[in-house]
């Protein structure tokens, strides 16, 4: 018998809970005018968070799935993007939807029930929020493929939860990227949780990064609430995938600290106690003790951030709440280069009792 492969899986974190360095840092860390960026764009990401939770609580926003804890993964990873790479986010990638340029009121108009949302001014190419489990893993391969044909220098960067990687087109597209070597890169959100099924029901495997392996690429395992090891993770595997070294899976350990949406009550199914200890961890305050330590953060720009922060988030609350209602008909008009005899009927039935149409609720008019 002999051996005819062999793999190991390395985990990295650089930041410990504390804040403290725990290896030297990467040339970039080293500065902390490139790390205070990061640190604003996790903070702005929770303060949306806090309001896009608030504003369903009111009625005024349809379910919203929470970023609360995960915040180092999507900024880490977007902040180490190009503009003309395209992101490809499950539901739960605020932070790195803010990052690449979607704007506050774009996010809540998609929460909101308006497709309009999914239409972002800032990173056009961007796909919108994939609800359904995985797939967008597949729709990643393909742009990266594209890009490949195409000769771009573009990399496809796609998001998904520890629940996707049990799906199907997890293992296709990323079978397919890795046989040809498509400038793709997998970030798996490892919050724990696939609703309420806990990692440990999810997957047999003692790391997820090393689902990579049955494919022919690299899978690493990094803190993901550890930003700088994140970005810095993020910004190998991106610039490998531009430069022809094909796809990488990163699975990023981090927690879910908020219920799966609006819509559920974790503490159902799991012990509060537990999540507890998980705010010890969490990836805002671990790079602001960081920033501290280095001398590089106060007390005053806390307070002038927290500031900012709640404004740029309320105006754009005031932006949303005051955008005017879509066309009725727009639902009817994008999905078919003909619209079906049946639904003809109902775009008609639709545009009659649309009350910004002139319309009534009236049935039996
Ligand atoms: C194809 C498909 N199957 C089932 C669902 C229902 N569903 C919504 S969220 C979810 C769990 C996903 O967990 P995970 O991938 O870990 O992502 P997380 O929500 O933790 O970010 C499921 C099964 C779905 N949206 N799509």
Request: charged share 20%; aromatic share 8%; glycine share 8%.
């Amino acid at each position: 018998m002999s051996t005819v492969a062999r793999f190991h899986i390395e985990h990295v974190r650089l930041i410990d809970a504390e804040g403290e360095a725990l290896a030297p840092l990467p040339a970039f860390a080293r500065d902390p005018a490139a790390l205070v960026p990061l640190y604003r764009a996790m903070y702005l990401t929770r303060t949306f968070d806090a309001k896009a939770i608030a504003l369903q609580r009111t009625g005024k926003l349809g379910t919203f799935a929470s970023a609360l804890g995960q915040e180092a993964v999507g900024v880490g990873v977007a902040a180490a993007m190009r503009a003309e790479d395209v992101l490809l986010p499950s539901y739960r990638e605020h932070a790195a939807q803010l990052v690449r340029g979607v704007k506050i009121e774009e996010s809540l108009r998609y929460w909101g029930g308006d497709e309009r949302g999914c239409d972002f001014s800032g990173p056009r190419s961007d796909f919108p929020n994939c609800v359904p489990i995985a797939t967008q893993v597949c729709h990643a391969a393909g742009a990266a493929y594209a890009f490949k044909l195409r000769g771009e220098a573009r990399v496809a960067v796609c998001f998904m939860g520890d629940g996707a990687t049990s799906k199907g087109d997890f293992y296709e597209g990323m079978n397919f990227a890795a046989v040809w070597k498509a400038p793709m890169v997998l970030v798996v959100s490892n919050n724990q949780w696939a609703i309420s099924l806990p990692r440990s029901a999810q997957s047999a495997t003692a790391t997820l990064a090393q689902k990579a392996i049955a494919a022919g690429i690299d899978g690493i395992q990094v803190d993901g609430n550890d930003v700088v090891a994140v970005h810095h993770i993020a910004r190998e595997a991106i610039e490998r995938a531009r430069s022809g070294g094909g796809p990488t899976l990163i699975e990023a350990l981090t927690y879910r600290l908020g219920d799966h949406t609006t819509a559920d009550d974790a503490s159902r199914y799991r012990d509060p106690a537990l999540v507890q200890e998980q705010w010890a961890l969490e990836p805002v305050a671990r790079l602001r003790k960081h920033l501290l330590h280095l001398g590089a953060w106060s007390k005053a720009q806390e307070e002038a951030l927290a500031h900012e922060c709640a404004e740029t988030v309320n105006a754009a609350v005031e932006a949303y709440l005051a955008t005017p209602a879509p066309d009725t008909a727009a639902m009817f008009d994008y999905l078919y280069a003909t619209l079906p005899v049946a639904l003809q009927g109902q775009r008609a039935s639709a545009l009659r009792f649309a009350p910004h149409n002139g319309g009534d609720h009236d049935q039996s008019s």
